[in-house]
């Protein structure tokens, strides 16, 4: 497939910024051969965060583009973070996250401008990514909590996790490449931690709340490796003067009497991410009555027509 360089009224600071890359791959043997492809010529006149990721990373073109490394549709099956032989340090996890984040984006990228993929799998594999990156930075803050203050646990000693709902664009897998992530944190129910002689005990809400906002800095915290993606917690109860986690109690309440009817259509989209299966099933079966009501009105129609306008 033949690509020709656009003649984008951008600006000559994009195109300097595109040659500027190309030229330093010519400064490494095994990165020489790729600054004359076409198809990396056209991504990086195109976007400069991937002219700007191959000038920090000359070695990214191969690993992207060797052995027909694009033809393979995307797999979230895939994605892994490197093995470490002990428990990584938040820097380092941070660091692992943000350049698996920066790779993924730019080979579902190349494979969008090569016409490999069409709309439909480049947002779903954006999707995926979210939701891969939300995993690892939920389980990497519970591990390192739970070191600190024990297993999270109901009264009956049940277990007790995270659930994080995707609303807006990830609920919908319809992500695209400038996207923030819209999320909800909650939690089944009260309990407490439990864990060995000398960890700090605290209350479930405490825990969770600490893990949320881990997360949040996991994920949305700018580094010298950027970000990850840029969360959007505003979507809760009561917005940014409510609690960033809550119980799945308070949330069935506050709908059934306080919801407003933009808050249900953003429900529609809710999916859970992650959590334990059986807690974040029950979360959505406790929404359904709010985002889908048994009856509707003329007051219902009104409501929607005044949100468009």
Excluded at 6 to 16: Q, T
Excluded at 245 to 252: G, H, I, N
Aim: aromatic share 10%.
């Amino acid at each position: 497939m033949k690509f020709q360089t656009p003649d984008l009224p951008k600006e000559a600071a994009l195109a300097a910024q595109a040659d500027g890359a190309l030229e330093r791959l010519r400064e490494y043997p095994d990165a020489a051969a790729y600054a004359a492809d076409p198809l990396l010529r056209h991504a990086c006149y195109c976007s400069d965060f991937i002219s700007a990721a191959i000038a920090a990373d000359p070695g990214l073109p191969a690993r992207l583009l060797r052995d027909d490394a694009l033809s393979a549709p995307f797999e979230a099956g895939r994605l892994c973070l490197p093995e470490a032989a002990e428990f990584p340090a938040e820097p380092e996890f941070m660091h692992a996250l943000r350049l698996l984040r920066r790779d993924e984006m730019i080979r579902i990228a190349l494979r969008d401008l090569a016409g490999f993929a069409g709309l439909e799998e480049t947002l779903g594999a954006l999707s995926a990514l979210a939701d891969f990156c939300l995993r690892a930075a939920s389980d990497y803050s519970r591990r390192l909590l739970v070191e600190r203050h024990g297993e999270p646990l109901t009264e009956d000693d049940s277990p007790l996790a995270l659930c994080v709902l995707a609303l807006g664009k990830l609920g919908g897998g319809e992500l695209n490449f400038s996207s923030d992530i819209d999320v909800v944190f909650a939690f089944a129910e009260h309990g407490r931690t439990r864990g060995n002689p000398g960890q700090h005990v605290i209350e479930a809400e405490e825990f969770f709340t600490r893990q949320a906002r881990l997360v949040v800095k996991y994920l949305h915290e700018i580094t010298a490796d950027g970000f990850v993606f840029r969360v959007d917690t505003r979507l809760r109860p009561f917005g940014d003067s409510g609690a960033l986690v809550v119980s799945f109690d308070f949330m069935e309440t506050y709908y059934q009497n306080q919801g407003r009817d933009w808050e249900r259509y953003a429900l529609i989209k809710a999916r859970p991410v992650c959590g334990i299966e059986s807690q974040s099933q029950r979360l959505m079966q406790l929404l359904q009555p709010f985002v889908y009501r048994r009856y509707l009105d003329y007051g219902a129609f009104e409501a929607l027509r005044e949100m468009k306008a």
